[in-house]
């Protein structure tokens, strides 16, 4: 499986019709609403705001008022193709007085998902956890050490929390010494990029 980096915007004209896509990681459903409503905020006097996700085995398309089957499907049928999971993407359209038909419709949102996707960097996905541990100060030099490659979040109060995410295989290799060195607060699984 793969995914995408990082969230990207990109735009195409076509018969006079703007088409912006916005391409960006999810996890949830509550993080599509999120984005959409973001969005829709943003290009507030847009035509249609067409999308389609995958999370995990889990799809879902919208048309948004353009003909059925011409917009929300095609996006999806382009995040398939490509291999691509917890991933939303919009297209957002402000209509420019010439209609497209059908078939236009669906290559004019075929196209813009694939530029969109096309202008990203994509990464594999393996699986993985999203961590948070708490240890004290004097476990500091050790747990850094082990976790020296990995992006981690760090809270400093009364002992140490940090929040991160890992591979299984990577998780595999330090287990030992974070089971031994810190409290585990939180060990959800997930699919993490490499």
Not at 114 to 136: A, H, K, P, Y
Not at 147 to 155: E, N, R
């Amino acid at each position: 499986m793969k995914s995408i980096k990082n969230e990207v915007i990109n735009e195409i004209i076509i018969n006079k019709s703007r088409f912006i896509t916005v391409l960006v990681n999810v996890n949830s459903k509550d993080e599509v609403n999120a984005f959409l409503d973001k969005y829709k905020g943003v290009y507030k006097d847009a035509t249609h705001y067409c999308f389609a996700y995958v999370i995990g085995g889990y799809s879902k398309c919208d048309d948004d008022g353009e003909p059925s089957g011409t917009a929300g499907m095609p996006i999806l049928n382009v995040l398939q193709n490509n291999d691509l999971t917890n991933v939303l993407c919009i297209v957002i359209r402000y209509f420019g007085g010439i209609k497209l038909g059908a078939g236009g419709l669906v290559r004019a949102y075929s196209k813009s998902a694939s530029e969109c996707i096309s202008n990203t960097e994509v990464v594999s996905l393996v699986s993985g956890f999203d961590m948070m541990i708490e240890f004290e100060y004097e476990n500091i030099k050790q747990i850094d050490y082990i976790l020296k490659d990995i992006d981690v979040v760090k809270k400093f109060d009364g002992s140490i929390i940090y929040c991160f995410k890992i591979s299984e295989e990577d998780y595999l290799k330090v287990d030992n010494i974070l089971n031994n060195k810190a409290k585990i607060l939180k060990k959800e699984p997930i699919l993490v990029s490499v």
